[in-house]
C-alpha cells in the first residue's frame, strides 16, 4: 500500500489556488479592456504562461454561494448556500479567523494573506504535493487601497464606460428598480468621504495626506447629477484598482517562491475571482445579475507540460468546474454527484466535442443588500434568456450579444427572435431537470425595505 501510494504522490502536481473576491475581469491587463486600466503583470504571467480563459461564469453571482460552488462542483439549489446573510467584510488591521479563532492582525489584509500562504508554503512537508488555496479579499467594497499605492496612478483621469449613463430603457422592471448605481447607491465611506475606523494612527496620517485635501476640493465643488457621477466614478477607480495592484503584487510573490524553489514546473497555478464585477458599466458597481460583466469571471491557469503557453480558450467554463479539476490533476475520484465538467481536456489542449454550449445560472438574494431581484436563465455564446420571477414581476428577457454587446436591449418581444425564445425557454428546462433544480424556485427571504414581504418565504413560479 505504502508503495501505491508513494508511486502515485509522485505523480500529482502542487495546486496554487488564488482566488479574488470581487476582482473584475476587465481590471486585468491581459483581458484587454478598452479602458486600459491597470497593469497586472504577474496575474497576466499566468495566462502568458499557460491558458487564458474568456468565458469563466458563475452559477450565481454573489461571494458566500460562489465559493461553495467552488467547494462542492454543484449548483446553489444542491449544496444549500443561495446567499450572503449576514456576511461581513474588514478592510485594515483585519481580524483574521486561525484555526477557528478571531485574532486581529496589523498590517493590510492582502499583504498578510500574501504573508501566511509563503510562510505556509515554507512550512509545508515538502515530501508531499501540496494544495494551496490563496483567498484575497482587497477589491471588495469599500475598497480601501492599501497606504503604499495612494495615489497610485498620480491622478490619472480614468476613461469612463459607455453605458456609464444607461437610462434602463428597454429592459423591465428589475433592471430599472435595482439600487446598485454610482449615482444613488455609493456611500460616503465607498468613496472615502468618510474615514475607515480601523486605521492605526500613522496609516491615518498617510490616509489623512492623500484624501484630505481632495475631498475638501470635492466638498467646495457640491456635485450633483452626472457631474457626481463623473467625480464618483474617479475615485472609484483609483480606490478599486490600488486593491487590485496589492494583490497582483502579492500574486508576484507566490510566483516568485515557486520559481525560487524549484517548483514552477510541478505547480499548478490557477488565479480566478468568485465573479466579475461592475466597474461602472451600466451607472453600477457590485454585481449579482446574470447580465456579463457580473456573469463573467476572470480565470488564467498555468500549467508547465500540459498547457500550451499563451493559449486561450473561448467556450463556456464556470467555477463549478474547478473541483473537478483539482481532482482530476491530483488523479483522485470525482464524486458522481458534482455538476461541472473537468478543465484538465481543454488544458490539454483538446476541446471535447460534447463541451457545454449552455449555461445555467440563479441568483436567489433580495431584497438586501442591493434590490436585485431573483432571476435565473441560460446563457450561451450568443445569447441570455432570463426569467424574472419575483416578487410582484413574472417576465422573461432576451439579450442578444452579437447585435447588442452591452445588453441594453431586451428583444423577447420582436418577432425576429420567437423562435430563439422558444429554444432558449426548452433549454431551461432542460438545464433544470439535467441540474436538479426543484419545481419551485428556492424562497428569498432578507431584510425588508420598500414594502416588501420581508421574511418570508414567496414560492418561485414554474419555469413556463
Ligand atoms: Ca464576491
Not at 242 to 252: F, L, P, S, W
Request: hydrophobic share 30%.
Amino acid at each position: 500500500m505504502g508503495f501505491t501510494h508513494a508511486a502515485a504522490a509522485k505523480k500529482q502536481p502542487n495546486i496554487v489556488f488564488i482566488f479574488s473576491d470581487d476582482h473584475a475581469y476587465q481590471a486585468i491587463s491581459a483581458y484587454k479592456d478598452p479602458r486600459k486600466l491597470v497593469e497586472t503583470p504577474n496575474i497576466d504571467r499566468i495566462g502568458r504562461e499557460g491558458m487564458l480563459f474568456q468565458r469563466c461564469v458563475v452559477p450565481n453571482s454573489i461571494c458566500g454561494p460562489s465559493r461553495a460552488c467552488v467547494l462542492t462542483g454543484k449548483y446553489n439549489h444542491i449544496n444549500g448556500y443561495f446567499n450572503n446573510s449576514n456576511c461581513k467584510f474588514d478592510g485594515n488591521n483585519p481580524p483574521m479567523i486561525e484555526m477557528g479563532k478571531q485574532v486581529k492582525r496589523e498590517g493590510y489584509v492582502t499583504d498578510i494573506i500574501g504573508n501566511d500562504s509563503l510562510k505556509w508554503l515554507q512550512q509545508r512537508d515538502k515530501s508531499k504535493p501540496f494544495l494551496l488555496m490563496c483567498q484575497h479579499k482587497a477589491p471588495h467594497r469599500p475598497w480601501e487601497p492599501p497606504i503604499r499605492f495612494l495615489n497610485h496612478d498620480q491622478g490619472r483621469v480614468y476613461d469612463e464606460p459607455a453605458s456609464l449613463f444607461d437610462n434602463y430603457e428597454n429592459r423591465g422592471l428589475a433592471v430599472r428598480d435595482q439600487e446598485m448605481t454610482l449615482e444613488k447607491t455609493m456611500n460616503r465611506l465607498d468613496v472615502k468621504l468618510s474615514v475607515p475606523g480601523d486605521l492605526n494612527p500613522e496609516q491615518r496620517k498617510a490616509w489623512d495626506a492623500y484624501y484630505g485635501p481632495r475631498n475638501e476640493a470635492y466638498e467646495k465643488l457640491k456635485l450633483q447629477g452626472k457631474d457626481l457621477v463623473h467625480w464618483r466614478y474617479q475615485r472609484y477607480m483609483h480606490d478599486y484598482l490600488g486593491c487590485v495592484k496589492a494583490v497582483d503584487e502579492n500574486v508576484g510573490r507566490v510566483l516568485k517562491y515557486l520559481d525560487d524553489e524549484g517548483q514552477s514546473d510541478n505547480t499548478i497555478v490557477v488565479y480566478s475571482a468568485d465573479q466579475g464585477f461592475y466597474l461602472g458599466e451600466h451607472g453600477w458597481f457590485d454585481k449579482r445579475w446574470i447580465f456579463e460583466e457580473s456573469l463573467r469571471a476572470p480565470l488564467l491557469v498555468r500549467w508547465p507540460g500540459v498547457t500550451k503557453p499563451g493559449s486561450e480558450f473561448k467556450g463556456i467554463v464556470s467555477n463549478i468546474d474547478f473541483a473537478e479539476t483539482f481532482l482530476e490533476a491530483a488523479g483522485l475520484p470525482v464524486p458522481a454527484d458534482m455538476q461541472g465538467h473537468s478543465l484538465v481536456p481543454v488544458l490539454k489542449g483538446e476541446m471535447p466535442s460534447d463541451w457545454r454550449k449552455s449555461f445555467y445560472y440563479h441568483y436567489y438574494e433580495f431584497p438586501q443588500p442591493h434590490h436585485v431581484r431573483p432571476h435565473y436563465g441560460v446563457v450561451t455564446d450568443r445569447y441570455k434568456l432570463v426569467h424574472f420571477y419575483a416578487p410582484d414581476v413574472d417576465y422573461w428577457e432576451l439579450y442578444d450579444r452579437e447585435k447588442d454587446p452591452n445588453e441594453m436591449r431586451d428583444c423577447s418581444g420582436d418577432p425576429a427572435y420567437a423562435k430563439t425564445v422558444e429554444e432558449l425557454k426548452a433549454e431551461v428546462l432542460r438545464l433544470r431537470q439535467e441540474l436538479k433544480v426543484p419545481e419551485a424556485d428556492e424562497p428569498w427571504h432578507f431584510g425588508g425595505r420598500r414594502g416588501d414581504a420581508g421574511a418570508g418565504n414567496v414560492k418561485g413560479k414554474k419555469t413556463k
